[in-house]
């Protein structure tokens, strides 16, 4: 049975650790290349090292830091077939990368980006944080600062990249960049909170919230 | 000649941005092969073609606004 309203995807969970940005674009590929055929969606988890990402619409004047500062911090720059301007990814971050077939009632590009938030806003709740998404601005707040970055890319309606949660990360390399082309603030879990957070809970949280947004589940 | 249109994308999207082609005039493309990416907000879509043939005009570089339904592309059919 192929038919798009009555097949069921499988629901799969992978935590990829700490991974090289190019190996895990690489991956991303892979399985979006397969998905239609295997119906099977993607929760991928995992960080990166330092690495500076910029979207399809980021102009280089957003990044602030002259090469050699970026080589000094070994922070390296990759051009990706995502949305958004630049952002940056380096370990204690949380990246996210939801593979998903959606189906044709799911068809909806900005309902995908306010599911992502969502999923986020009730991840942080459990955490007793407060945060919010703002009209026009895709991402999630924590009043003035922004907490979550997302950005996607969608091949034959299987989504790929997605968002990036600071959790414990060094914000101060924010400051090499002007985050999303906006000049915004940055603050993680840890900012807030005030003491480090468990990864493995945050992934945990994080999987459960996914799989009550998108519906997936027993039955 | 079969003309290329910006699919529906969402509700609340009626328009979009020509980010890049992947393919020039005169390619052969294969259906299904992506042909051009567009950007709305932060999400990237790949637009697919909707036959096997040849890429004969392309009515929207990039960097132009797009609006949903509209043709940015004409594709001669194999066969």
Not at chain 1, 175 to 191: F, Q
Request: hydrophobic fraction near 45%; include cysteine; glycine fraction near 8%.
């Amino acid at each position: 049975m192929t038919d798009d309203r009555v097949q069921k995807n499988n629901f799969l969970v992978q935590d990829w650790g700490l991974l090289d940005y190019d190996l895990a674009y690489q991956r991303q590929k892979a399985i979006v290349e397969t998905a239609q055929a295997s119906y099977t969606d993607y929760l991928i988890f995992c960080e990166h090292p330092a690495v500076l990402t910029m979207g399809r619409l980021a102009a280089q004047r957003n990044i602030l830091a002259p090469e050699a500062i970026l080589d000094k911090k070994r922070v390296q720059t990759r051009m990706i077939d995502r949305g958004g301007d630049v952002t940056l990814h380096c370990p204690g971050q949380l990246v996210v990368y939801p593979i998903l077939r959606l189906t044709a009632g799911q068809r909806d590009l900005r309902v995908y980006l306010e599911k992502l938030e969502k999923v986020a806003i009730d991840l942080l709740s459990d955490f007793d944080i407060v945060s919010n998404s703002v009209s026009g601005k895709t991402g999630v707040w924590v009043g003035p600062k922004k907490i979550v970055s997302i950005g996607i890319g969608v091949r034959r309606w299987v989504t790929f990249h997605g968002l990036a949660l600071n959790v414990n990360n060094d914000l101060s390399l924010f400051e090499l960049i002007r985050p999303c082309g906006m000049d915004l603030v940055m603050t993680s879990m840890r900012e807030v909170l005030g003491t480090a957070v468990e990864m493995a809970a945050v992934r945990h949280k994080f999987s459960a919230h996914f799989q009550k947004v998108f519906g997936y589940g027993p039955g | 000649m079969v003309q290329v249109r910006i699919p529906e994308l969402g509700e609340s999207i009626d328009k979009a941005l020509v980010a890049g082609w992947h393919h020039g005039l005169g390619d052969a493309v294969r259906q299904d092969e992506d042909l051009l990416e567009v950007v709305t907000d932060k999400a990237v879509f790949n637009v697919p073609s909707p036959v096997s043939g040849r890429l004969k005009a392309i009515q929207a570089p990039k960097g132009q606004e797009v609006l949903i339904g509209e043709v940015v592309a004409l594709m001669e059919e194999d066969g």
